[in-house]
């Protein structure tokens, strides 16, 4: 006859402040998809467009060098690479970013 389960004797810990106040990992995901799907719109302007931005100099060369491919994979690659450098800007420079772009939407 198999033993029974021995109860956990450690208390149920709850989560600290610090967890309570950093995003999920979904969240984080969410939001390295959202950029990178501003990325992509990024990609789709022309050099006139891009140009009226007024992009950072390393987010513009991104967006040209994605402009460039031509290969499904690598364009994948350049997008994921734009998001990641779309993460380390400052949020004031994504909102202009967003309210730039939100005519060209339309």
């Known amino acids: 006859m198999p033993r029974p389960p021995t109860p956990d004797p450690r208390p149920p810990t709850l989560p600290t402040a610090d967890a309570l106040l950093t ?3 979904s969240q984080r995901k969410r939001d390295a998809q959202a950029l990178q799907a501003l990325g992509g719109e ?4 022309s050099a006139a467009q891009l140009a ?3 992009l950072p100099e390393a987010l513009h060369e991104a967006v040209l060098a994605a402009q460039r491919m031509r290969a499904h994979g690598a364009r994948t690659r350049q997008r994921q690479y734009i998001g990641k450098v779309m993460r380390q800007l400052e949020p ?3 909102s202009r970013i967003r309210t ?3 005519p060209e939407r339309s």
Do not use: E, Y
Not at 42 to 45: E, F, P, S, Y
């Open 23 to 25: 995003p999920s990992k």
């Open 42 to 45: 990024l990609v789709a302007l």
């Open 52 to 54: 009226r931005l007024d």
């Open 92 to 94: 004031t420079v994504l």
């Open 100 to 102: 730039a772009l939100a």
